[in-house]
Each structure stands twice: as structure tokens, then as C-alpha cells.
């Protein structure tokens, strides 16, 4: 069994860390697995970093919007019986 999820220009990332370990680990040796998978679905992400005089990230890397709108689909799949190209076909039909 897998999670299919779908959508145009998603961020997406998957792991077994929870945010509190991610946030204060400052080696990889300090994560430890939660038990369990922490799934983001991000719209978009803003720049990271400032210097010294306290700038920040470049215009082109900001979001400076204060609505946005983002759409996408999440569907429990059972790769055993669905074929993962058939999968991606329907939910983007660009990939046919």
C-alpha cells in the first residue's frame, strides 16, 4: 500500500523525523526515527538565510503574497493491483 499524491508545482517531502527533531538537530546523527511518517505538502517555499545587516532572501525568492490558492489530490494506492503508470496517467493526463 502507498499514498499517491498529485497536483501541480507541489513541494513535497516525506520522513520519519518529527519537526521539533528536524528543528533542533544540528547533525544527522541526532535525528531519531519517530515511528510513524511525517508527510509536507507545500505550496510553495520561501528563500532561506539573511546577512549580517539583517536583509532578506531575494525578491524572486519571496512570497509575498498573503493568499494563495493550491489544490492537489491524495488517494491511497495498492500497487500490487494498480499499475503505478496507469496511476500517473489519470492524474496527470500531460504524462500520457
Do not use: C, I, W
Amino acid at each position: 500500500m502507498g499514498l499517491l499524491v498529485s497536483g501541480e508545482d507541489l513541494n513535497v517531502s516525506a520522513h520519519t523525523y518529527t519537526l521539533a527533531n528536524l528543528t533542533e538537530a544540528r547533525h544527522t546523527y541526532d535525528l531519531q526515527d519517530a515511528g510513524y511518517v511525517t508527510l509536507n505538502v507545500d505550496l510553495a517555499q520561501a528563500g532561506l538565510g539573511s546577512d549580517p545587516f539583517g536583509s532578506t532572501a531575494l525578491p524572486e525568492f519571496r512570497l509575498d503574497r498573503r493568499t494563495y490558492r493550491h489544490r492537489y489530490r491524495m488517494r491511497a494506492v495498492d500497487l500490487g493491483q494498480e499499475d503505478l503508470k496507469t496511476l500517473l496517467a489519470y492524474d496527470h493526463p500531460s504524462l500520457q
